[in-house]
């Protein structure tokens, strides 16, 4: 893990951050334009949006991992939280510990900015990655729900 390091996501990771957040809609199945990655990329660069991102990059300054962040607020305990939205590792780095770095520097931040948990959700059937959260974090007894609008 050495050769790995988590740093903000910059305009020189534009291309490996395209093919990487491509791989992660790929996975989900998700339908995702070059127009719609053009806009969360305008998010993350905009310091008025709430939306960060943090890359792995490895020895070559390639980026090999991403991850989506944000605050939001918990008016229950009367703090702020940081919400992981997307977390994703090329295939060929997997098993690295990639994403546990990547979970880590996040928590880091989320310390930084006096954030009181950090949360995410995953698929059921996306094991391998319920692998690494189980590892790094506690599985809560909460459901999520949507509404289409």
């Known amino acids: 893990m050495s050769e790995i390091r988590i740093l903000p996501v910059e305009q020189r990771h534009r291309a490996d951050w395209d093919k990487l957040y491509a791989g992660y809609a790929e996975f989900y199945r998700v339908t995702q334009t070059p127009e719609m990655r053009d806009r969360v990329w305008s998010w993350i660069h905009d310091p008025a949006h709430e939306t960060n991102g943090l890359v792995a990059e490895d020895a070559e300054g390639r980026a090999v991992g991403l991850a989506h962040f944000r605050g939001f607020a918990r008016p229950l305990s009367a703090t702020t939280g940081g919400y992981l939205d ?18 880590e520097a996040l928590a880091e931040e989320g310390r930084r900015r006096g954030w009181s948990v950090i949360r995410w959700i995953t698929a059921e059937d ?24």
């Open 126 to 149: 996306n094991s391998r990655a319920r692998a690494v959260y189980d590892r790094v974090a506690k599985l809560t007894p909460w459901r999520t729900y949507d509404i289409p609008l």
């Open 86 to 103: 997307d977390l994703f590792v090329d295939p060929q780095m997997r098993g690295k510990r990639v994403a546990d770095a990547l979970i």
